[in-house]
């Protein structure tokens, strides 16, 4: 003869298959359901860019843009991608769209402050990082040991707080005594991502 406690467990154990089964399509179909426009070109992107495919990663930004042109995060993405392209006056362009778009995203602030530094505008970059550390100051922790090994930083890069407190130093001194720009220092300057 059954034993109740038999008939409650194999009760129990299938109300808990079915919930799980629900709950994991219910999972699936919410993923699906809600994925935001233009996700898959933007992850095809940032995959590129980590990879230090700068083209690759414009195009999908592109693309990404295409499909979503009020995302900050694409927009400011297509900027990063075209700073590594040398593509300088364009990136100002979609850093100032990213900015316009949401006045409080540090990191387009960030970025277009490491650009303004490529070009050797050090003054415009110092407002830019004390404007990104004033909207963020999470950001003066640099990257996080993760995206460092994402990306495969072997040495902490500086940070844009190490930026700015060196081109404060520098520029407290006089013009003669002043380096603004070290490359072997300057190029280890990460982009910012979010």
């Known amino acids: 003869m059954p034993n109740s406690n038999d008939n409650l467990y194999s009760i129990l154990v299938k109300i808990s298959v079915i919930l799980t089964v629900l709950f994991s399509g219910w999972l699936i179909w919410e993923h699906f359901s809600n994925r935001p426009i233009a996700t898959n070109e933007y992850s095809a992107a940032n995959k590129a ?61 960030a970025n277009l402050g490491v650009l303004y530094d490529r070009i050797e505008n050090h003054k415009k970059a110092m407002e830019l990082y004390e404007e990104a550390l004033r909207l963020d100051s999470e950001i003066a922790k640099g990257m996080h040991w993760l995206d460092r090994l994402l990306y495969n930083v072997q040495e902490v890069p500086p940070t844009i707080q190490d930026r700015l407190e060196y081109l404060k130093t520098q520029y407290s001194l006089t013009e003669a005594e002043r380096i603004l720009s070290v490359p072997e220092i300057d190029r280890d300057q990460p982009n910012y991502e979010r």
Not at 61 to 73: F, G, H, I, S, W
């Open 49 to 109: 860019f980590k990879d230090k495919h700068y083209e690759l990663a414009y195009k999908n930004y592109v693309k990404a843009y295409n499909l979503n042109d009020q995302d900050v995060y694409i927009i400011e993405g297509l900027a990063r991608s075209l700073m590594e392209l040398k593509r300088y006056e364009e990136a100002i362009d979609y850093f100032n769209l990213a900015i316009n778009n949401d006045s409080s995203f540090a990191p387009a602030y």
